[in-house]
Structure formats: C-alpha cells, structure tokens
C-alpha cells in the first residue's frame, strides 16, 4: 500500500538531512514537508515544484509568504477561487474555493532543485492526490518539472504531452491538464510570464470547468 503524506515524512535522505540543518538555523520555520492547501473536493489542483526557503517552507502553506505567491493568489482572487487576492500568513484568513495547491516535490530542496530521483520518489503523493480528483477536474502544472511530475502521476510518457505555456492535454479519466511557466521571481520579473499570459490560461481553465 502506499503511504500516506506525513510532515514526518524522510523518504528522500538528502532532503530530510537538509530540512534538519534549516530547523536547527531556523527553528520559527515549519521546513519539513509542506503538505497540500485549499479545498478537500477541488475542481482545479495547482502543482508547483517545491516550498521556497522563505516562503512555504517558512510558513507551511504553498506559496505563502514569498513572491512566487503573489500573481498566483492575485488571479485566483481574480476568478473566483479563493475569498481574498494574497496569502501571506497561515492564520490570514485565505480560503480557496474549488480549488488546491500542491508541489510535485514536498520539501525545500537545496538550491531549489530537487534531483530527478526525489522528483520520482515523491510522486506517490501526486499520484493519491490526481487519483481523487473528480474525473472532470482540471490540473495545472506551473513549470516542467511539475507538468512530468503530473504525466508520471498518471502513468504518461513526457513525450506524449510536451510542456509549453498555454497548452492543453488530456489525462486518463477524462481529466485536463493545463500548463503554465511557473510564477516565479525570475520569470515575471524578465516578462517571461505576464500576468496577462497568467490570466489567459485561467480564462482557458474557467471555460473547461464551465
């Protein structure tokens, strides 16, 4: 059986290791595995690659408290998903609405860049998550990364699907998954991603849900 998401959770010994150094240099921060937010029952789950050192790491909410969660929290206020356009805090009040926020990779990994075997070993967890998604849901995947993390979930081949921003695929069970550049620092602040260019993916996924 597989398991089941803990914060307890060290499968992964290089990250486990490196989330014990940041808790003895940090003991405020949550750093341990982030677990997923928002609603139990969602319509759209959002997958990014993994907590920030100051953000969800911090506070133990995804994309809570550091810049990638700013255009993200903002256009999901904007169409409808969540009560309030910022989460900056556990305890401020943010509730989404259909919808929920997951990593395909659940720790802060050092340099931001988790290996290939964690990306794989965490999977378990994207997986149970797609797997209880209505067979009419919509995932997006910010980033590469976290769009093969999702084709691995569900048992596809990257070439079958090639990630690029905007673009549409189909998941078995009749579920779409949706692909967008990630919200980071780097790509909004190059205008690699606009809001704009954000906002018209969750034109494209308001339009799916209906």
Do not use: W
């Amino acid at each position: 059986m597989a398991p089941k998401f803990t914060t307890a959770c060290t499968m992964c010994p290089r990250l486990a290791a490196h989330l014990a150094d940041v808790r003895a240099a940090c003991p405020d921060y949550h750093a341990r595995p982030v677990p997923p937010f928002g609603d139990e029952q969602p319509r759209l789950l959002i997958v990014g690659l993994a907590p920030g050192m100051h953000g969800a790491n911090r506070t133990g909410r995804p994309f809570t408290g550091d810049y990638a969660g700013v255009l993200l929290y903002e256009t999901l206020h904007r169409y409808g998903f969540s009560n309030q356009p910022e989460g900056v805090a556990p305890d401020d009040g943010l509730v989404l609405h259909r919808c929920r926020i997951t990593n395909a990779v659940k720790c802060l990994p050092p340099q931001n860049k988790p290996t290939p075997e964690e990306v794989k070993t965490c999977n378990v967890y994207l997986e149970q998550e797609i797997g209880a998604l209505a067979e009419n849901a919509v995932v997006l995947a910010l980033g590469r990364i976290a769009h093969d993390a999702v084709l691995r979930a569900a048992a596809l081949k990257p070439a079958l699907c090639t990630f690029a921003h905007g673009a549409r695929h189909v998941l078995p069970g009749g579920r779409l998954l949706f692909d967008s550049y990630h919200c980071s620092r780097y790509n909004t602040q190059t205008r690699r991603l606009t809001p704009a260019m954000f906002h018209e993916v969750f034109e494209a996924i308001r339009q799916s849900l209906g």
